[in-house]
């Protein structure tokens, strides 16, 4: 499986209230890449990514997703293309039991009723709710609502997967599960985009990271590269990550994304 390039040209999007939630947002985002997108609340982080399966419609520019304009399809259509995984579980799921919830996006994508199920349950493996599958999903806490939904994108197989505050309520194995899953639907070559808070994630995880603030891009390019921009992470609401921040004042000119990495320097950094 393949991911999908992502472009978005001159975007700018505002709300029936006349605000200006996205002002002239241009880049692109290759197939299989794996890109974070960080910035403070009302930064514009959640809109942009809701233009990739046309939940949103660019008020001016204009968003393409391997080799479909957004504009020119329907939500329906985008969401073969799209698997979106909202920050609210709740505005996801609805089914009665935990299975039908999993199962119905392969089915809306037109597979029967066994392969639906035979996704759904690897899915639910996945993300460790295989013992679930009958529950009703309200029956289940905050963070495993979210797994469920987590799954039932997964279910999908879609070429881009894109994950809101996927971290939010997860414990430290929770998050280490999230994490698998990035990794594998990287490896399987399909493109990978979430918005977080979690920096700490953000830089073990992606490749890139993307800051917005006020409805525009201020800095994008490797982990390393973007949390040495005090000034722009100052003003995007932004704390580095706690290696980061602790080479910093150890006076590192390296900046480690793990704690291998971070062992590396030290020792590195005692020989010299």
Known sequence: MTGAAIVFDDVRFAYPSGTEALRGVSLSIGAG????????????????????????????????????????RT???????????????????????????????????????TEARARAMEALETVGLAGEADSHPHQLSLSERKRVALAGVLAMRTPVLVLDEPTTGQD?????????????????GRTVVAITHDMDFCVEQFDRVIVMTQGQVRADGSPEEVFA??????????????????????????????VETFVGTAARERSS
């Open 33 to 72: 890449e794996r890109v974070a997108i960080v910035g403070q609340n009302g930064a514009g982080k959640t809109t942009l990514v809701r233009h990739l399966n046309r939940i949103f419609v660019p008020t001016s520019g204009r968003v393409t997703v391997g080799e479909h304009t957004t504009a020119d």
């Open 75 to 113: 939500i329906a259509q985008m969401a073969a293309l799209v698997g979106y995984v909202f920050q609210n579980p709740d505005e996801q799921i609805f089914a009665r039991t935990v299975i039908a919830d999993v199962m119905f996006g392969p089915k809306n994508l037109g597979a029967d009723d």
């Open 172 to 188: 430290a194995r929770g998050v280490e599960m999230i994490s698998r899953v990035v990794r594998q639907v990287s490896a399987e």
């Open 229 to 258: 921009q005090s000034e722009v992470i100052g003003a995007a609401r932004v704390e580095p990550p706690q290696l980061m921040r602790l080479a910093a004042r150890l006076g590192w000119d390296a900046r480690p994304r793990t």
